[in-house]
């Protein structure tokens, strides 16, 4: 019986249909029109930038407040996401599958020469539509990609924002539902302590590299920073590691499996996840760096010998 609820359950309702469309609807509206800070993004080919409107903190805010609001009202129930949840990934799933093939068409009748709507289109179907067509395509002057620099936008990067991260990265919480979980104490301190050290050094190593950037005789941790070369930063965390802020990265994703306990392997997931992700990530930068920095990288690697975790890799 469960396996049927289940295959049931993979046929979008209309109630789904309607919950995708208010949240996406919600993003896009309160992108543009809530108050935030704009700054310019990334130098694209033909020189031009994009302008982007950091107001992510307010919208999550008013979004809180709006469900609230609704809940109390009455209007919807609290719990509506974790009684509709395989609903949900069956309709996200058809709308990321939709919605990248509306991408691919369109680009593909892009007259534009600018380097975020040209078209860039090999022939070759599968490729164009997996990976885009168009840079940063835009609906009504809403900007459909963000943080995503040099990647078109196609179903890889539709389904993967939609459908592979919000549902995988949160096996936590479906599992907390449906398992019992006691915590002892010291697991409970252990995990706070978790996701503190590992925030700290994903937004310290972050912004100790941005702050460089801006000014590169700006001291870290109270000292004059370590340059090699003139270009690249071996002092705090930056001289711990040559990728430390994967580790933080790291650290926060094991923060959020652990309040599962150790029962099952399912809900670490995410933190097994990212480990591969990062690890094939930071071959891939060590590649990149050392072909544009060569002997300049080499004295960096010979002074900071650990990758990711100091003594370990």
């Not at 396996?3 to 995708?20: F, K, Q, T």
């Not at 991260?165 to 104490?185: D, H, Y």
Request: with cysteine.
């Amino acid at each position: 019986m469960e396996a049927e609820a289940i295959l049931a359950a993979l046929i979008p309702s209309w109630s789904s249909v309607i919950l995708l469309t208010f949240y996406l609807g919600y993003l896009a509206v309160a992108g543009f029109i809530l108050p935030g800070r704009v700054v310019p993004g990334a130098i694209l080919p033909d020189g031009t930038r994009l302008h982007y409107r950091c107001n992510g903190l307010v919208s999550l805010l008013m979004l809180l407040a709006l469900l609230g609001t609704g809940f109390y009202m009455k209007w919807m129930s609290p719990t509506v996401i974790a009684d509709k949840g395989v609903e949900l990934l069956s309709t996200t799933f058809m709308f990321s599958l939709f919605v990248s093939l509306v991408l691919y068409a369109a680009g593909l009748k892009s007259c534009s020469q600018s380097s975020s709507l040209k078209a860039h289109a090999t022939g070759n179907f599968i490729h164009d539509w997996w990976f885009g067509v168009q840079l940063n395509p835009h609906f009504m002057g809403i900007d459909l990609k963000w943080d995503i620099i040099a990647e078109r936008l196609g179903f890889m990067l539709v389904f993967g924002d939609l459908v592979f991260i919000p549902f995988t990265f949160s096996i936590q919480g479906w599992w907390l539902l449906k398992n019992k979980v006691e915590l002892t104490k010291v697991a409970a301190i252990a995990n706070f302590l978790t996701f503190i050290i590992g925030y700290l050094v994903f937004r310290g190593a972050n912004k100790q590299k941005h702050v460089f950037k801006k000014n590169p005789k700006a001291q870290i941790w109270g000292k004059p920073p370590k340059v090699i070369g003139g270009k690249l930063l071996a002092s705090g965390y930056w001289g711990i590691a040559r990728h430390c802020n994967y580790l933080g990265d790291l650290l926060l994703a094991l923060s959020f499996s652990l309040p599962c306990g150790a029962s099952s392997v399912i809900p670490y997931f995410y933190p097994i996840y990212l480990l591969i992700l990062l690890i094939w990530r930071e071959r891939r930068d060590e590649a990149r760096c050392s072909q544009k920095y060569k002997e300049v990288w080499a004295e960096y690697c010979k002074m900071v010998p650990w990758r990711i975790l100091p003594f370990v890799y």
